[in-house]
Structures are given as C-alpha cells and as structure tokens.
C-alpha cells in the first residue's frame, strides 16, 4: 500500500468510496467532497489538504488542515476507508503519513469534533487507539443526546 498526496485522478474514486460508506449521510459526503475538491483545486490555499491510500487502486483517504488562528494546531476533518477492506491498517497507515508530515512541519496538536453518536458507534475506539482521548464534550450540541466530542492529542 501507498500513500500519497491527493491527485485530480482521485477525486471520482473518492466520491464513488464515500457513496459506499454507510456511515455517512448523503449532506456528509456532499461535505466531504467539496473538502476533497478544495484541497485539489488549491492545496496551499484552501485549508483542506489530502492524502490518498492506493492499493493498487484508491482505498482510503485522510483530509486535514490548519486550524485558522493557531500556531501549529491542526483539525483532522475526514478519514475513510473502502468498506472492502476497513480493519486491515489503512486508516492506521494514513493516520501515520499524516502524523509524518506534521512532524516534519514541527506541527505539535491534532483535534478531531465528531458527534458522540458517531464515535459510540465506530470511530472513537479508533482514535483512541491512535493515542487520542476525549478532551472536550459540548452536550447536546448535534441533537438532544448527541453531544460533539473533541479528541485530541500532542504529535
Ligand atoms: C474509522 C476507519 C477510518 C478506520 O480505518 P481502518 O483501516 O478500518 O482501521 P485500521 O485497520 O487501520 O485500525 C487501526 C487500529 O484501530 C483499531 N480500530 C479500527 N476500528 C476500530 C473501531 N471501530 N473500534 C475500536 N478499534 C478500532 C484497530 O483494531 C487497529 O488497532 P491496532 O492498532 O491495535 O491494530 C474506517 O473504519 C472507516 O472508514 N470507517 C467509516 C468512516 C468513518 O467513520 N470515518 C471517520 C469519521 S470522518
């Protein structure tokens, strides 16, 4: 497997993986393609940068950026892995790739929000396995009895 900087190429994969992903609504995967789209369009502008899993053909990608005002924080938007091949280390191994570059930047936090409901449901035992905890919960903040959680962790 490898993994690189997002291309034009990626973005129809990308959009037909996040369609089979049932976790995502479909007002989530319009998101997380215009985050896709931005990134291509204007990797140094735009905020959003991705890298891409191919293996050989897309499995997986990883959207992140800056978080505006900070000096060395940034937001991990999106992670998503083919559902033909999730629990076999992509997501480990493009969290990895990402990890790399913030060192390499001398970048030293990464927050994620998600809802409680989502993380209860699949992703919150991944971050934590990746060395983030809970640091922040707004309650109620999606819905009544979906509060937004903020992972966090020091690179
Ligand atoms: C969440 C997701 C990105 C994880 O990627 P993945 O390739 O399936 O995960 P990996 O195989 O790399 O797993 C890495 C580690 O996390 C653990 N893990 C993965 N999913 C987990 C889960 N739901 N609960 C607990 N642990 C989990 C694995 O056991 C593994 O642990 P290890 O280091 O001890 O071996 C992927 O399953 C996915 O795309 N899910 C649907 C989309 C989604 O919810 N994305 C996040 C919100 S944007």
């Given at each position: 497997m490898n993994v690189r900087p997002i291309e034009a190429r990626d973005q129809a994969p990308l959009s037909a993986m996040l369609r089979q992903?049932?976790?995502?609504k479909p007002e989530e995967v319009a998101v997380a393609e215009e985050l896709i789209e931005a990134s291509i369009r204007?990797?140094?502008?735009?905020?959003y940068e991705c890298l891409v899993a191919e293996?050989?053909?897309?499995v997986g990608y990883i959207c992140f950026g800056l978080t505006p005002m900070t000096e060395s924080t940034y937001d991990l938007y999106w992670i998503a892995v083919h559902p033909a091949v999730q629990g076999r280390g992509v997501g480990k191994a493009l969290y990895g790739a990402f990890a790399e570059q913030l060192r390499k930047r001398g970048s030293a936090q990464v927050r994620i929000e998600t809802s409680s409901k989502e993380s209860y449901a699949a992703t919150g035992g991944f971050y934590e396995r990746l060395?983030?905890?809970?640091d922040g919960k707004l309650r109620?903040?999606?819905?009544?009895?979906d509060d937004l959680l903020i992972f966090y962790r020091k690179i």
């Open positions: 992903i049932e976790q995502f204007d990797p140094q502008g735009s905020g293996d050989p053909g897309v060395g983030f905890s809970v109620d903040f999606y819905a009544p009895g």
